[in-house]
């Protein structure tokens, strides 16, 4: 599995191409199967329909937790840091993970989970929730992990689309000096959930809740009335392992599924060879379980390599901005794997929170999530990695499942700003608006990759139709990704970001759509539009053009304020606006479609040229909007 040097990069990059179900098979031989599979890869980008591993059985815990109890059994699995540093860390080996994992199983399959159900689990960032995770995967059951930071609206939408019938939460959360109610939320979201049968707390925060008889039960008590004997399911390899409920252009988020061989095969391959984890290692992923990246790089990726995982409750800023670092000095962090929006912002806080912890340990950096700009990266580079730890640029999406595009850690040589090269079985391409492939070096385009790798996205779920019409329509043959790209003169390829109505705002995948749907439905507003602006720290913020029906005039600011209690309401806190500017009208084409390239250049305060407005129904808006342009100067 393990690659070395550059030449043995380029030796497995070619054969991956030459010979992708050699390759990939060849890797997979590293996993334990229960039964081996008959055929590598199948595939149909039209339908989609691909299929790796085709009648290999496995059950992913007995390769993450199980397979490790032998030689690794002592040795932590997940070292959990609490929000308050003053609290004692937590430090689960293997054979305790392992323990906590078959006895929540037990608890699951008590509270009547059987294979192929799905589980809503929505708790703060505690040992438990990756238990809860890690069980459902053991019983079969399909998780959906709802994001601790979502609204119980959006709770409610997932777990009726995936119609879950239970849910996995806890009393509430700790963020910073917040206490945060989880167990309310999802209170208020069952109003509208009749699937949901069952409901299992966590006493965490210990913050007062209700308890429905025959509906809710306690965690802790379900857990002493099961034994720690719990076999592992038998999965397919195409089997559902769980569905991830991420933003796109249009409509309600979409539940990416994955399923269990391939994801696993993926993301073991990569968080090895991407951040050459050796024996021993701390890593530290800083994203939250309720992301791509936390599921991939806290959980399934660093427990099938037998890693140390460390999981941190808080946040960077609390009870310093020093808090990342005093982490990795007092847990001697290895690899710290985060985000462009959390160096941006620790950055403005200015070096003094650096100073006085150690960061010796430190041997990879990692970045993830949105293009990060120079000036952090160097920043990084110089006052966390002191310039002897490379940074890992790591490009992907919910939909890959795991890291596409990106250097491999000390090997491949970086620039900063650029993922650089693509992973073994990733065969990026950019094409142009028609669809033309781009050939050579020094060009730019849109990102698609024109062939499987083991962890693509198998559908959206409950609605095949849209996974088509999302990712394989566009460009017919090959999965389009939504990203902008450039491939520079030496072949390095540099993410630009997303040419569709997705913003990304801290790291965090938001539809303009779906922001515009939730300030629709305040009470006396007419339409809005939203578009993404550069912002300092978050790298996107949110502006909202918004028409109301009457003049909000002297009430504007309690307007404003009511419209991001309605954004909190529906969507969560995450969605809210940063800049709401009230209009008479929208530019918009004769035939209704709103014109978003204008109102992006009026939010980017970049009006000087606005392109040709002349199809505009009514050109007289763009002047309004531009004088009450809300632009910082
Ligand atoms: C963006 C997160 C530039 C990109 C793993 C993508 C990046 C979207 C990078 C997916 C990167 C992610 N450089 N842009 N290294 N990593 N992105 O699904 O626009 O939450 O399409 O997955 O984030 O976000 P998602």
Redesign the pocket.
Same mark, same amino acid.
């Not at 970045?367 to 990060?372: C, F, L, N, T």
């Not at 640029?393 to 919910?398: K, R």
């Given at each position: 599995m393990r690659i070395r040097t550059f030449e043995e990069y380029q030796q497995a990059y070619a054969y991956s191409v030459e010979d992708p179900e050699g390759f990939w098979g060849e890797i997979a031989q590293n996993f334990q199967w229960r039964k081996p599979w008959t055929k590598t890869l199948q595939w149909h980008f039209d339908e989609p329909n691909v299929q790796w591993y085709i009648g290999g059985k496995l059950n992913i815990t007995e390769n993450c937790l199980d397979r490790h109890l032998a030689d690794k059994g002592d040795q932590p699995a997940i070292i959990w840091e609490p929000n308050d540093p003053s609290e004692p860390a937590v430090t689960l080996t293997y054979k305790m993970l392992h323990d906590q994992v078959c006895r929540f199983a037990n608890v699951l399959k008590r509270n009547g989970v059987v294979k192929g159900d799905r589980v809503c689990i929505y708790m703060p960032m505690v040992p438990e929730l990756a238990v809860a995770v890690l069980a459902c995967a053991r019983v079969g059951a399909v998780h959906s992990v709802v994001f601790g930071g979502f609204s119980a609206q959006s709770i409610a939408d997932r777990i009726n689309d995936a119609q879950c019938n239970v849910v996995v939460t806890s009393d509430g959360a700790m963020r910073g000096n917040k206490s945060i109610p989880m167990k309310d939320t999802v209170d208020d979201a069952l109003i509208g959930c009749p699937s949901v049968k069952r409901v299992i707390v966590l006493t965490h925060t210990r913050t007062g809740v209700s308890m429905i008889k025959g509906r809710d039960v306690w965690w802790e008590t379900e857990m002493k009335q099961v034994t720690a004997d719990c076999p592992a399911e038998e999965m397919d390899a195409e089997d559902m392992l769980f569905i991830l409920y991420?933003s796109g252009s249009t409509g309600k988020p979409k539940g990416v599924v994955h399923t269990c061989g391939g994801y696993m095969v993926y993301t073991a391959y990569t968080f090895l060879n991407v951040f050459q984890y050796e024996p021993g290692y701390v890593h530290f992923c800083t994203a939250d379980i309720g992301?791509?990246?936390g599921h991939s790089y806290i959980v399934y990726g660093p427990l099938a390599n037998g890693a140390t995982s460390l999981m941190f409750e808080g946040i960077p800023t609390w009870p310093d901005a020093g808090r990342f670092w005093d982490i990795v000095d007092k847990h001697k962090v290895d690899i710290l794997y985060t985000a462009p929006t959390a160096i941006r912002s620790l950055m403005g806080f200015g070096l003094d929170y650096v100073k006085g912890h150690d960061l010796s340990s430190l041997k990879v950096l990692g970045?993830? %999530?949105?293009?990060?700009n120079a000036e952090a990266w160097h920043w990084y580079d110089d006052n966390i990695g002191k310039n002897r730890c490379p940074i890992v =640029?790591?490009?992907?999406?919910?939909e890959n499942g795991g890291i596409l595009i990106s250097p491999l850690a000390g090997i491949t040589k970086t620039k900063p700003t650029y993922?650089t090269l693509p992973l073994p079985g990733v065969q990026p391409v950019l094409v142009d608006e028609n669809g033309a492939v781009i050939e050579g070096n020094g060009v730019s385009g849109n990102l698609c990759i024109k062939f499987p790798w083991p962890s693509i996205i198998r559908t959206t779920y409950g609605d095949h139709e849209r996974c088509r019409q999302t990712y394989f329509s566009t460009y017919p043959g090959m999965y389009f990704? %939504? =990203?902008g790209c450039l491939r520079d003169e030496d072949g390095y390829y540099r993410?630009t %970001?997303?040419v569709d109505d997705v913003l990304?705002v801290s790291g965090h995948?938001i539809g303009t759509a779906e922001v515009e749907n939730a300030i629709n439905m305040h009470t006396g507003v007419v339409e809005s539009a939203v578009v993404g602006y550069p912002h300092d720290i978050k790298g996107q913020g949110i502006y909202a053009y918004v028409i109301t029906e009457s003049d909000p005039a002297h009430e504007a600011d309690l307007m404003r304020r009511d419209i991001l209690a309605t954004v909190s309401r529906i969507i969560g806190p995450i969605a809210k606006p940063d800049k709401i500017q009230f209009v008479n009208g929208l530019p918009k084409t004769r035939s209704g479609k709103i014109m978003r390239r204008i109102l992006r250049k009026i939010a980017e305060g970049d009006t000087s040229n606005l392109g040709d407005t002349s199809t505009l129904l009514d050109p007289g808006v763009v002047e309004d909007i531009k004088a009450g342009a809300l632009v910082d100067v």
């Open positions: 991420t992301w791509i990246t970045s993830v %999530g949105e293009p990060i =640029d790591t490009w992907w999406q919910t993922a990704t %939504g =990203d993410i %970001g997303r990304n995948r």
